[in-house]
């Protein structure tokens, strides 16, 4: 898709004057019971509930439906299943490919609660999860066995990002008939397209750069024509559904994406490239910089980079990042990222590590860069970097 054709889709996909009854954005349809006139009526709604029939409300309304529709467009999908938070997709995505007695694989790289669903739900029900180097490539294929039913894959990995080979990985996947669940929030629907490089189900936490204000929890998984009917089958099992409200503020966020992703790309990019040659900063993992580990993979595979990203200072510890961030004026300390405003965090990857060794010599602190302008957010880390150094020392 060219950017252009990508901007149309941004602002008409998922529109049906059916649902929005010629305005441009559906009406907020709160609704648990639907009313039938007749008996006849009942039965044909009824019948399929996957069908879009105002059936109850549990099944969605056209409030939810025109955002699954136009996050499918978007991600070039069969389907699309919305749920109350990006973990909540992650989870279901994972619980639509696998059963007892299974063996998955799950990047080293991934989101910790993805980890913690592994370690304990998935265990607890007899599936066996190993984790790999985010960096294997099509050498995945020594860990498969004959009850590999999933890889996970995470591109690039949000807290230290290695971008993965995921057309290697699907190639491997296709010829022993495992499943790719990829969880592409990083990247958007907009910069990565990850069922097309061979992912079965790509998820979005649209908590990030879809809802785009930090006023929202929600989540996305849209899968190909393989995985559908499996995906929304779970999402119906599980009970999952999301307001009218949040899938309304969704569908705001998304047809902006566009515009907001382009300021969040050229801001941080100057920043990463501003921090590389700073004297306390040993590394700066960007995947658009090309010291960055599968820097030449995110060039072929993504149509651009976003707002987040690390960087490794050259000594100290964790606890002395105190002397940083406490007394930022723009970026403030705070879990999740993807709306206006830029965050720091400092996060030790070393205890969400097993298949990879992780070693630093001074911390690792994730930055997600705004919309504010970036002469006031450069100067703002260049204080916090000179107290980090007037108060630690190598
Ligand atoms: C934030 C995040 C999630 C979880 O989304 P929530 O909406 O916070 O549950 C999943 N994966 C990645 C990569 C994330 O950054």
Redesign the pocket.
């Known amino acids: 898709m060219s950017d252009k054709q990508r901007d149309t889709k941004l602002v008409t996909a998922g529109r049906r004057k059916e649902w929005t009854h010629g305005i441009v954005n559906p009406p907020v349809y709160r609704a648990s019971t639907c009313l039938f006139d007749s008996y006849a009526e009942m039965r044909e709604r009824v019948k399929d509930p996957s069908a879009r029939h105002l059936f109850y409300g549990r099944k969605g309304t056209p409030t939810q439906w025109a955002l699954e529709d136009a996050i499918t467009e978007l991600e070039n999908g069969e389907g699309t299943m919305l749920f109350p938070?990006?973990?909540?997709?992650?989870n279901a995505a994972i619980l639509a490919c696998v059963k007892t007695g299974d063996h998955i694989l799950i990047t080293d790289s991934a989101?910790d609660?993805?980890r913690s669903f592994a370690n304990g739900f998935l265990k607890k029900m007899g599936i066996t999860t190993e984790y790999y180097d985010p960096t294997i490539g099509a050498n995945i294929e020594s860990l498969i066995k004959d009850n590999t039913a999933m890889i996970l894959v995470?591109s690039p990995g949000?807290l230290t990002f290695e971008v993965q080979d995921l057309p290697a990985i699907s190639a491997v996947a296709k010829r022993h008939n495992i499943l790719i669940v990829s969880?592409s929030?990083?990247g958007t629907p907009l910069y990565f397209p990850a069922l097309e490089l061979g992912a079965d189900i790509s998820?979005h936490?649209?908590?990030?750069y879809i809802g785009g204000h930090s006023d929202i929890?929600?989540?996305s998984a849209t899968a190909n024509h393989r995985m559908f009917k499996r995906l929304r089958q779970t999402a119906y099992s599980l009970g999952q559904t999301v307001s009218a409200d949040d899938a309304a503020l969704g569908l705001r966020g998304l047809r902006t994406l566009g515009v907001r992703l382009k300021q969040h790309e050229e801001n941080a990019l100057l920043i990463a490239k501003w921090l590389q040659d700073h004297p306390l900063i040993h590394e700066v993992r960007h995947p658009a910089l090309e010291t960055s580990p599968g820097h030449d993979i995110w060039s072929r595979d993504f149509t651009g980079s976003t707002g987040l990203f690390s960087i490794i200072l050259k000594y100290g510890d964790y606890p002395d990042t105190a002397h940083l961030v406490d007394e930022m004026k723009y970026f403030k300390m705070g879990?999740?990222?993807g709306g206006y405003e830029s965050l720091i965090l400092p996060s030790d990857p070393e205890s969400a590590r097993s298949a990879s060794k992780w070693s630093s010599p001074g911390p690792l602190l994730r930055l997600h860069i705004g919309l504010e302008d970036t002469d006031d957010l450069m100067k703002d880390l260049e204080a916090g970097l000179q107290r980090y150094s007037d108060a630690v020392k190598p």
């Open positions: 938070s990006g973990v909540a997709a992650v989101y609660p993805t995470e949000s969880d929030t990083w998820v936490a649209c908590t990030k929890m929600l989540g879990f999740s990222w």
